[in-house]
């Protein structure tokens, strides 16, 4: 059965270069980013050029990167939080296209994902959930309820480095903007997306003396839902819990 399922997405995605696309069709390009209330108040992150934390040989980061599942109560800096976020899904540059150039490869420069972020000890911030506004650098406090740390371990098998984490990162796929160019073949790339952002993540945290451990395992319906999410245009593709190592 697993085969013939794999079969058949393979068959679902495959690029016909004579395919229609949205975009070969003179369709209206998505918004870089997901818009969000214009009177909602926006934390301003530090700035990129402003942070500076501990050199590390690359080498080093790769050969000593591993997953963490148990992590220490120590807080993170909102500088910290800051810099993992410009490293993994920082906009340089919004080209005349208009795309975003950012720190991971992506096909076609889609970048797809938004970034969420289950916040539990970071400094200065209130716990909950946050959205990451990459085009600003800041974020946007989405106001979920006081038990949305339950309902996204709840989602994600009751992992429990979800539930003390000092934060899960969650990307969001927004569908359209890389279907808009790729069709149907734009899932696969999104998975592979996915995986550049992650592996960033994991060479950041081994500079900044914290240990990540990628979930891929969670009831998609389970998490959309406690997200809000409607799990086709939008949906949770991937999670990485993170915290500092003792």
């Known amino acids: 059965m697993a085969n013939t399922i794999g079969l058949e997405f393979i068959e679902k995605t495959k690029y016909h270069y004579l395919d229609p696309t949205a975009e070969s069709q003179g369709g209206t390009q998505p918004p870089l ?3 969000y209330p214009r009177d909602a108040p926006l934390i301003k992150l530090p700035e990129a050029a402003s942070l500076q ?30 810099y993992l976020l410009w490293e993994t899904q920082g906009v340089k540059k919004v080209t005349q296209r208009p795309v975003t150039l950012r720190m991971v490869p992506s096909a076609g420069a889609r970048h797809a994902f938004e970034t969420y972020l289950l916040v539990n000890r970071v400094e200065g911030l209130t716990p909950g959930l946050y959205r990451y506004v990459a085009l600003q650098h800041a974020l946007i406090d989405l106001g979920f309820p006081v038990d949305i740390n339950e309902q996204v371990t709840r989602a994600c098998l009751d992992q429990n480095q979800v539930r003390t984490s000092a934060i899960t ?3 969001v796929a927004v569908t359209e903007r890389m279907t808009f160019r790729y069709s149907q073949r734009g899932y696969r790339y999104l998975h592979l997306d ?3 952002v992650c592996q960033n993540l994991y060479l950041l945290a081994e500079q900044t003396g914290c240990g990540v ?4 395992a969670f009831d998609d319906d389970l998490l959309n839902a406690a997200l809000k999410l409607d799990g086709v245009e939008l949906f949770a593709i991937y999670l990485a819990s993170l915290g500092k190592r003792n």
């Open 33 to 35: 980013e997901l818009l």
């Open 53 to 82: 934390m501990p050199a590390m040989d690359l080498r080093t980061a790769i050969e000593q990167r591993t997953s963490l599942r148990r992590y220490t109560h120590q807080p993170l800096s909102l500088a910290e939080l800051a």
């Open 169 to 171: 990162f969650i990307w």
């Open 194 to 196: 996915a995986g550049h």
């Open 213 to 216: 451990c990628a979930i891929a």
